[in-house]
């Protein structure tokens, strides 16, 4: 065991200019960070027990990444690909989804004013050619700060403008004249 300290202190000792250069880059993922310090560790003379103390993690975890980086250099450092079905709203999608969020349904073509998740889900189906549920479009959409909600909708572009005025004066006169109660004369209403 203290062979093999010695070995990883030599290797590490003579990677040292590399390893600090590599340190200082902002690109570094922080789980490579951390093992790269215990890296350094090893080569500045702390033993493994110390390493262990700062960096929170067992004396055997150390000695697995120092064997790593020994067969490896930097790159064997980093994580392994993680199992499990690849994502299937990649950035091709998520481009599809932000253009078709922010663009009015009826510009598309669609007879409908707004969008909502099911729709929005049925519509990239269609586009894409990826079929992904209307919880997880909102969980998306809800990332990129997007934000859901029900439009409201008035009537007000429909009504006639000199009809609605004649209305409301026609209603203060009554209000005025203290009518609306049982028995009183209503105003007729223009049409």
Do not use: N
């Amino acid at each position: 065991m203290g062979g093999d300290a010695d070995g990883w202190r030599s290797a590490a000792g003579e990677a040292l200019p590399g390893i600090e250069a590599a340190l200082r880059r902002r690109d570094l993922a922080p789980r490579v960070r951390e093992r790269l310090e215990m890296v350094k560790g090893v080569a500045q003379g702390q033993s493994l027990d110390a390493i262990g103390r700062w960096s929170g993690r067992s004396a055997h975890t150390v000695r697995r990444w120092l064997a790593a980086f020994g067969r490896g250099g930097l790159a064997a450092l980093a994580d392994a690909p993680r199992g499990g079905r690849p994502a299937r709203a990649d950035g091709r999608y998520l481009a599809a989804l932000e253009q078709a969020a922010a663009t009015a349904p009826r510009t598309l073509g669609l007879l409908f004013d707004a969008w909502t998740s099911p729709r929005l889900s049925a519509y990239l189906a269609e586009t894409t050619g990826v079929r992904i549920a209307p919880g997880w479009i909102r969980a998306l959409l809800s990332r990129r700060r997007w934000a859901c909600g029900r439009p409201k909708h008035t009537l007000g572009h429909l009504q006639d403008p000199v009809a609605r005025t004649a209305c409301e004066h026609a209603l203060q006169a009554v209000e005025k004249k203290g009518g609306g109660g049982r028995g009183h004369l209503r105003a007729p209403l223009p049409r």
